[in-house]
T-cell receptor, first 112, second 116 residues
Framework: DQQVKQNSPSLRVQEGRISILNCDYT??????FLWYKKYPAEGPTFLIS?????DKNEDGRFTVFLNKSAKHLSLHIVPSQPGDSAVYFC???????????FGKGTRLHILP | DSGVTQTPKHLITATGQRVTLRCSPR?????VYWYQQSLDQGLQFLIQ???????AKGNILERFSAQQFPDLHSELNLSSLELGDSALYFC???????????????FGPGTRLTVL
């Protein structure tokens, strides 16, 4: 039972354009959501998070949007840069539970 | 560099064997988490320790066990290895046990285990 789903295994975006990575979740108890970025041969690194009391959180070129009614969140990267090519993991947790549940990841390719 | 170290980087072994993966958390971090990433799978949470005590368990097999030592480093023991145990094993650390800001975990580079 996959509680966090990233349905696009890969995404190709032109440099300078917007990258939109999507994530769906099924557990209504999740109230905190995170995005991690992973380069080859490295561990994931924390990118941005959002609490369920918000519907948007912005940090530089990265913005995460949360639609609780649809149980959907998305990560927008504007403008996309070559260094953004990586695997992006969506993750979620519930206040009562310290476990972070990760999706399978989306591989983002930024094209020159 | 996250400050979390994992050894070894690569491990090749045979079915039925036992291995130990080691993790040193960031200085000052009391929580250690172990994850498994198999081919085409996301990060599967295995187990969490906080200051030497087991805190949470995920999809950890009975053949697997872990512990956290007084110096806060942690070891993940995998026994009776099967082909399907081949995966990347990540360790992550965070400063405290609970709390919203603590969900940002710092990951080590991982240990790639290959079972032949």
């Amino acid at each position: 039972d996959q509680q966090v789903k990233q349905n696009s295994p890969s995404l190709r975006v032109q440099e300078g354009r917007i990258s939109i990575l999507n994530c769906d979740y099924t557990n209504s108890m999740f109230d905190y959501f995170l995005w991690y970025k992973k380069y080859p041969a490295e561990g994931p690194t924390f990118l941005i998070s959002i609490s369920s009391i918000k519907d948007k959180n912005e940090d530089g070129r990265f913005t995460v949007f949360l639609n609780k009614s649809a149980k959907h969140l998305s990560l927008h990267i504007v403008p996309s840069q070559p260094g953004d090519s990586a695997v992006y993991f969506c993750a979620a947790s519930a206040r009562r539970d310290d476990k972070i549940i990760f999706g399978k990841g989306t591989r983002l390719h930024i094209l020159p | 560099d996250s400050g979390v170290t994992q050894t070894p980087k690569h491990l090749i072994t045979a079915t039925g064997q036992r291995v130990t993966l080691r993790c040193s958390p960031r200085s000052g971090d009391l929580s250690v988490y172990w994850y498994q990433q198999s081919l085409d799978q996301g990060l599967q949470f295995l187990i969490q320790y906080y200051n030497g005590e087991e805190r949470a368990k995920g999809n950890i097999l009975e053949r697997f066990s872990a512990q956290q030592f007084p110096d806060l480093h942690s070891e993940l023991n995998l026994s009776s290895l099967e082909l399907g145990d081949s995966a990347l094993y990540f360790c992550a650390s965070s400063p405290r046990d609970r709390g919203r800001s603590l969900n940002e975990q710092f990951f080590g580079p991982g240990t790639r285990l290959t079972v032949l």
